[in-house]
């Protein structure tokens, strides 16, 4: 059976990543886009997530859930508690971009050994996930031992630009950078596409959003 997944993004970096994923993972579903290019312009300008920036999420909750979709995912790993605050607001499932892969990295961890490298080119995201990794593990009761990582280099800039032999060059040495890691957390949707590259120069199990939240949908839609 065919589901409606609404996708909501924050850049259109996200669009074919995700949609991608989709094509390669479950075919069958039928995803559509929905664009807010200017979200993390005006996260930035604010310094921070707003009450008029959770009042935005609830409305893009909204639309989407009233298009016929079965699920929603939202693609901008940055506003993890406004999407929190927006999922409240609909009947149908509402996953973050990051919360599937966040409990997937945290089996592996405690598997492997417990190191995680979050690897991030957009700075507000890595506030947002460190809190939503140290949220799942208390939840779980575990130690964690993160290691947060921003990009050098403009690395989103690049992949804006087209360039994305440069995009994908600098996650790979920032990974190579990072250290010895037992997981390898690529943070953003726009960065899935660097994870074979990335595989190739670590020994850690390296996770990207887009294969993670898929499998979370199937499963919660029973497909």
Not at 11 to 27: D, G, H, Q, Y
Not at 147 to 164: F, I, Q, R, S, Y
Not at 185 to 207: C, D, I
Request: aromatic share 4%.
């Amino acid at each position: 059976m065919s589901r409606k997944i609404g996708l909501i993004h924050a850049t259109p970096l996200s669009i074919e990543p995700i949609n991608s994923a989709f094509r390669a993972l479950w075919p069958e579903a039928h995803p559509t886009n929905l664009l807010d290019d200017s979200l993390s312009r005006d996260v930035a300008a604010a310094g921070g997530l707003t009450p008029a920036m959770h009042r935005r999420f609830c409305d893009l909750a909204g639309y989407v859930a009233a298009t016929g979709a079965d699920a929603i995912l939202y693609t901008c790993s940055a506003f993890g508690p406004c999407i929190e605050t927006a999922r409240r607001t609909v009947a149908i499932p509402t996953l973050k971009p990051n919360e599937a892969m966040i409990d997937e990295a945290l089996d592996h961890a405690r598997d492997r050994g417990g190191r995680i490298a979050l690897v991030a080119t957009f700075q507000p995201t890595i506030a947002s996930m460190q809190a939503e990794f140290e949220e799942a593990a208390r939840a779980r009761g575990a130690a964690l031992a993160l290691a947060t990582h921003v990009v050098p280099g403009n690395a989103m800039a690049a992949l804006e630009l087209g360039d994305t032999e440069r995009h994908d060059r600098l996650i790979v040495e920032a990974v190579k950078a990072a250290g010895r890691a037992d997981v390898v957390v690529l943070a953003q949707f726009s960065m899935a596409r660097a994870a074979p590259r990335v595989a190739e120069v670590t020994r850690a199990k390296v996770l990207t959003t887009p294969a993670s939240a898929i499998a979370r949908l199937r499963h919660l839609l029973g497909a």
